[in-house]
């Protein structure tokens, strides 16, 4: 057994821990020596393997605390403020000085380049920015760029449709649709539900329907993927103008594009009442059930004219990521509409079987300070490990931390009795990877993370490529390649802090992601306006890419500012957030459109 997986080893080989999905009881508030199985049996051992939380750098001065415990910071009228609510009025200000760039030089392309100051369209020329950031300046209260932004859609977009070719169904999906559906919701559109995701702004701006209207012309559109396609598995290409598809020049569909569209298809028959969006993408998780896996764990490539896997990559960065995020999303998503009309348990056991993949298969421990991490099966089952990991697989401890406790906070979990062992266990993995995930940022010279990270084991090692902070006590751990230290603003870090701090209560991951965003601050903001990726996070100054990526204002920074605010903004009990950040409500009565539900249910084999 590998030494990441030590504490596994032991929790599987002991009787106490029986493999069979024993739930757990909290009996004594936070107190972790109180745990006991629902058959009575006191786990004495339990205490011995809890680990403690990783170790806080001393990087930022210490906060004085008010009377309450909590961070304050005197306003000039002498009231108290939360340090966490001025923290979150800085993302405020950084996410409108990007708009303002995007604004200025490259509105209605799809990204600003803020050192040549213009736009670009390098995702279909479909204004991607404006519709990947509406759902943040809702989020935020910003009703100005809420009523630029949908004025934007309701008067360009549509025309945008009918001019524009070829597009990739996943970027177009989760970016464009996933933007229009989130917009639809956030902006009343089910307001017969009644349902509070925490907005403390009147906001202006199209009507709910204009998003609606826009998301079905665009879905229509889409939907040749699947029509076009021989098997259940979709094609990558579409032709807006046309309404065609086509197969990506190598004739394969990557294995997480296909399989995360479905929270946006699903979504959008639950509210248009049409089933046929969500009929055909649970078609392709209905097929995926089939194939064959390795312990849950599939390749990156699939054909769409075979239906098969092709090749034997497993890996959860680039091209495999989102498949086993978005298994347990759809899960949560769907489960509130009732097992008789939409029995969506499949994706939940192929969510835990893969998940015991990951640790049995992927999850090992680098020397010499021993961070957990995620590598890859680059040759398959019977191939080497590999230990490579992306910024991307950084999605991961929020995913289990999703999982482990439906997106209730852990002590509300025990405390319902909801958590089994497995599940407590893929909480503390996910502690203990977002753990590497931020070191991933505090190894580099500029405290932002590389693209890439490569970590040293007995088997693998390359001196001298290291990220350049001399002070951090994992410099030997982390290897940065020189290909591999460019920084795009990726989120899934600080969507990850942001989840396990809903969860587990911890105020060391909102100073994470402070930290975090003041590297962003110093080394990427444009005077002119917006943000720029890096070509290398261990030099100083750094060199810039003259790129602001959509997900940096649709994702990024939206998960930095839910991070430093209130709990009640959007819970997440009762929302998912798709793998563009996009929020979108979950099922919670089996009554809400149960037509399209059993519609959507009787004809997806």
């Known amino acids: 057994m590998i030494a990441g997986l030590a504490f596994l080893t032991v929790a599987h080989t002991n009787p106490a821990f029986s493999s069979t999905r024993h739930f757990v009881k909290h009996i004594g508030g936070k107190d972790e020596k109180n745990l006991i199985t629902e058959g009575g049996t006191h786990l004495q051992s339990w205490k011995v393997f809890w680990r403690k939380p990783p170790r806080l750098p001393p990087r930022l001065p210490p906060i004085e ?17 939360s340090e966490w609510t001025v923290r979150q ?11 303002t760039g995007y604004k200025n030089y490259a509105m209605g392309s799809d990204e600003l380049m803020p050192l040549s100051k213009r736009g670009v369209d390098g ?35 549509p025309a945008r449709l009918n001019e524009k070719g070829q597009v990739n169904l996943f970027e177009t999906t989760i970016r464009i649709l996933g933007g229009l559906l989130s917009a639809y919701h956030l902006s009343g559109g089910e307001n017969e539900m009644v349902r509070e995701w925490g907005s403390r702004s009147v906001l202006h701006g199209p009507k709910p329907a204009v998003y609606l ?9 889409l939907m040749s993927a699947f029509t076009s396609s021989p098997t259940a598995i979709p094609f990558s290409d579409v032709v807006l103008r046309q309404r065609s598809a086509h197969p990506a020049p190598d004739g394969l569909s990557s294995t997480s594009e296909v399989t995360s569209i479905q929270l946006e298809f699903w979504y959008l028959s639950k509210i248009s009442g049409d089933p046929k969006y969500g009929k055909a993408a649970m078609k392709v998780l209905e097929h995926f059930k089939t194939l064959p896996k390795v312990e849950g764990l599939v390749p990156i490539y699939i054909s769409p004219q075979s239906g098969q896997f092709s090749g034997e990559n497993i890996r959860l960065g680039s091209r495999g990521d989102s498949y086993y995020e978005y298994l347990i999303k759809i899960w949560l998503q769907q489960r509130g509409a009732g097992h008789e009309v939409t029995n969506v348990s499949y994706v939940h056991e192929m969510y835990d079987e893969a998940m015991e993949g990951v640790k049995h298969r992927l999850v090992q421990k680098s020397i010499p300070k021993g961070l957990i991490f995620v590598g890859e099966l680059p040759n398959g089952a019977d191939g080497h490990f590999y230990p490579k990991m992306d910024h991307l697989v950084c999605f991961l401890p929020g995913t289990l931390a999703l999982g482990a406790t439906r997106g209730l906070t852990k002590q509300r979990a025990m405390e319902q009795g909801l958590m089994t062992i497995e599940d407590l266990e893929n909480l503390k993995l996910a502690e203990d990877l977002a753990k590497t995930c931020y070191e991933m940022y505090g190894v580099t010279t500029t405290g932002l993370a590389p693209e890439i990270a490569h970590f040293h084991t007995k088997e693998f090692n390359e001196e ?3 990220g350049g902070n001399k002070s951090s006590d994992f410099l030997d751990d982390i290897i940065i390649r020189y290909a591999d230290r460019h920084n795009l603003l990726r989120p899934e870090t600080v969507e990850s802090l942001f989840v396990l701090h809903r969860i587990t209560e911890d105020e060391k991951y909102r100073e994470w992601g402070w930290q975090i965003f003041q590297a962003f601050e110093s ?28 997900f940096f204002l649709g994702e990024t920074l939206k998960y930095l500012y839910l991070l430093f605010g209130d709990s ?5 009990d009762r929302y998912v957030f798709n793998t563009e950040a996009h929020p979108l409500p979950v099922s919670l009565q089996r009554t809400e459109n149960s037509h399209f539900q059993s519609e959507v249910s009787s004809n997806v084999s």
């Open 123 to 157: 995702l279909g020329g479909l204004g991607a920015t404006i519709v990947d950031s509406l759902d943040t300046a809702m989020i935020m209260g910003l009703d100005d760029i809420v009523q630029e932004a949908g004025s934007w859609i309701e008067k360009s977009l």
């Open 568 to 572: 009640n903004m959007l819970p997440l």
């Open 464 to 466: 001298g490529l290291h």
């Open 523 to 550: 080394h990427t903001k444009v005077s002119s306006g917006g943000y720029s990726s890096l070509s290398d996070v261990t030099v100083l100054p750094p060199l810039r890419r003259d790129k602001m990526e959509t």
């Open 213 to 221: 209207e826009i998301a079905k012309d665009l879905a229509d559109r």
């Open 89 to 99: 009025t800085k993302v405020v200000e950084a996410f409108q000085h990007a708009w």
């Open 65 to 81: 605390k008010g009377g309450n415990g909590s961070l304050y910071s005197e306003s000039l009228d002498g009231q108290g403020i």
